[in-house]
């Protein structure tokens, strides 16, 4: 809106207004204070600029995208631990006590929120990262460093990857959810009530409400995480919670995870270079990403999508043999269910 309004072009209008006779030429004291004026008076005018930007949701950032979103009862969520669990193994009666601190090579640190005995050669002891974001959700096996030394332990791992953690809501996800909570109004009851308290809770990235699923009054909402993903059991006692504190009298809510449908996948490759352990690698990105976008969007898992993604794969000349779920076809994900990356065998 003020782009015209640059230091040249007000520091011309502003010379057009000295009435002749005065020299205004570069140098003298009219062209010095003029100018000294219009550069101050551009950065006004490109502060302005950057005002009406931040008033509205399509472009407002941080702070005042979150004080967009608080006009609407609407705040940023935070940013999730991921929790799991760690097999401590060694002398029979050792105690790891609540808060030792366990971590995986690359440093990523989780803590035990429960004391744990050594029984029969391990103890199984629940852990949680000690900072927040998706970087804490780490595979199996990699949990394996003690940092501090504990009479009795001799090996720590994770038999289970980590899950539930996800990164502080971005900019982008924050308006998506203040445009939908807009842009469907949620009247007391309705399917967009329900899903907009689900959402409201860090590490829910989507909900599928059913109406009446099981008879009057009944309402299901079916949950996904931050990573398109079944969300643990304590997220979903969270959602669940919160709906019971907000619902209307006389509904009886049902909350639950989505259920997970696992796409296995076989292929035989010939390759171009490199190795088949890294093309397995790329690949298993690739389909984990296209997965995702289906995720409550989309019921079919296109065998054509995933031969795109085989082909398309860097140092893959050519493919055969390509095996999705034992077969050759679509599959159909179920209503209430998610299609998330099972197996991936090359050879």
Do not use: C
């Not at 004291?29 to 949701?57: E, H, K, M």
């Not at 105690?95 to 366990?102: L, S």
């Not at 890294?278 to 296209?290: N, P």
């Not at 994900?333 to 990356?341: E, F, M, R, S």
Request: charged letters at 20%; glycine letters at 8%.
């Amino acid at each position: 809106m003020f782009e015209d309004n640059t230091f040249e072009e007000l520091l011309n209008n502003m010379l057009d207004e000295i009435q002749s006779g005065i020299s205004k030429i570069e140098g003298t004291f009219t062209y010095d204070t003029l100018a000294a004026f219009a550069t101050q008076l551009a950065i006004a005018y490109t502060q302005l600029d950057r005002v009406l930007t931040l008033g509205f949701a399509d472009t407002a950032t941080g702070e005042y995208l979150d004080k967009r979103a608080n006009e609407f009862g609407l705040t940023r969520k935070v940013a999730v631990k991921a929790t799991g669990q760690i097999k401590a193994t060694g002398t029979n009666g050792t105690i790891i006590p609540q808060g030792t601190e366990f971590a995986t090579l690359d440093e990523t640190y989780f803590i035990t929120t429960a004391s744990g005995t050594i029984t029969g050669g391990t103890a199984t002891i629940q852990i949680e990262a000690v900072n927040a974001g998706s970087a804490s959700n780490v595979a199996s096996g990699t949990i394996t460093e003690i940092p501090v030394s504990i009479i009795g332990l001799s090996s720590v791992s994770n038999d289970n990857a980590t899950s539930g953690g996800s990164d502080i809501e971005s900019d982008d996800e924050l308006r998506i959810r203040l445009s939908d909570r807009v842009k469907k109004p949620a009247t007391s009851g309705n399917a967009n009530f329900y899903r907009n308290l689900a959402l409201e809770i860090p590490g829910i990235s989507e909900a599928k409400v059913i109406p009446i699923w099981y008879g009057s009054g009944t309402v299901k909402v079916i949950l996904l995480d931050a990573n398109k993903r079944a969300p643990i059991i304590d997220k979903v006692t969270e959602v669940a919670n919160h709906i019971e504190s907000e619902r209307p009298i006389g509904a009886t809510v049902t909350v639950v995870a989505a259920t997970e449908t696992p796409i296995n996948i076989s292929v035989d490759l010939t390759l171009s270079g490199g190795t088949l352990a890294e093309a397995k690698t790329v690949i298993e990105q690739g389909v984990t990403d296209y997965l995702r976008t289906l995720a409550f969007a989309d019921p079919i898992v296109r065998y054509t999508k995933i031969a795109n993604i085989i082909i398309n794969t860097q140092n893959i000349q050519d493919y055969q043999s390509l095996m999705v779920n034992g077969g050759t076809g679509n599959i159909a994900i179920a209503n209430d269910a998610v299609a998330v990356q099972g197996s991936v065998t090359v050879s």
